[in-house]
C-alpha cells in the first residue's frame, strides 16, 4: 500500500484486520478467475508493520499454494498463471474500500482517498509476487526465520555510544541511519500489536475449520480402507483370513446407530453366503 495510507490507519487494528482478509479474498478471486471455476485455496499470512529503517509500514507477507481444490469435484487445480495487472487493481479497490470505511469523513482524507483511487496507482497497487521452487526444508526454515522477527536484529546495531545509535539499512546498497536513544526505542514500541491480536493468520485450506474437516473426512476413510484392503488388514486369529467389511453405518444416520438385531441379521447372512 502507498505510504500515504500507513499512517492513517495506524494502531486501528480492525481495518487492518480486514485488510488481512481482503489478501486471501483477493487471491481467491484470481485464482477462480484464472481457473474458471470457484476453488479453494491455502494462505499463511504474516503482518509486518515496519521496513528496514523501522518507519511505521504496513504490509502482509503470503505464503500461498500454487493452486487450490475445486468444491465441486473435491480434486486439486494446479495454478501456474497469475495476471499481474489485475491482480494490482483488485487489492488497490479492496484496500480503499477497507480504509474509507474505517477513517473519518474529514476534507483531508476525503481529498487524500480521492486521489489515490482515481488519479495516482492507475494500475494498482504493488504486489510482489514470486514463484519459487525453493526445496520445502529450506522453505520452512526461511518461513520460521522471517515470518515472526523483531523490527531490527541485532546484527544491524553497527553502533552505540550510550546516547545514539546507529544501524545499517539495504543488503546491497548499505546505508546507515543514526538515532537518539529515545527515537530509537519509540520506533520499535509503536510496532507492538494490539493484545491478542494475530500476527500470524491462516486462511483457505490451512484454517483450523478447514483442517478439521480434511482430516475428520481422512479418518474415515482410512478406518474403513486401513483395515481391510492394506498391508495393515487384520487376519483372524483362529483361520488367518482378513477382515472383510459386513456393512457401513455412517455416523451421520438421522436414527442413530443401528440396533443389535439389524446387526445379528447382517452377520448371519454373511455367514451364510460365506
Known sequence: MPSSIWYVIKDNFYCIKELSAACFETISEIYTESSKQKITLGMVQSLHTFGEDMKYNVHFHC?????????????????????YRLLHRKWKH??????????????????????????????GFNVHVVMTDIPRKEL??????????PPISNRRIVNYNGQEVTIVCGKKDKSYMTFTVEEFITRIVQHIPQKSYKMVRNFGLYSSRKCCKVLVKRDK????????HSRNAIPCPQCGKILEPIEYFPPT??????????????????IGLS
Open 94 to 123: 479492496k484496500c480503499l474500500d477497507i480504509v474509507t470505511k474505517h477513517l473519518p469523513l474529514t476534507m483531508e482524507n476525503q481529498y487524500l482517498l480521492e486521489n489515490l483511487r482515481y488519479y495516482q496507482y492507475l494500475s
Open 221 to 228: 476413510q482410512v478406518t474403513i480402507t486401513k483395515y481391510c
Open 253 to 270: 444416520l438421522e436414527n442413530g446407530p443401528p440396533s443389535e438385531q439389524v446387526l445379528d441379521e447382517k452377520l448371519t447372512n454373511w
Open 63 to 83: 505464503i500461498v499454494t500454487n493452486g487450490g481444490m475445486y468444491a465441486k469435484y473435491n480434486a486439486w487445480k494446479h495454478i501456474d498463471y497469475i495476471p
Open 140 to 149: 520452512v526454515r526461511y518461513i520460521a526465520r522471517y515470518i515472526r522477527h
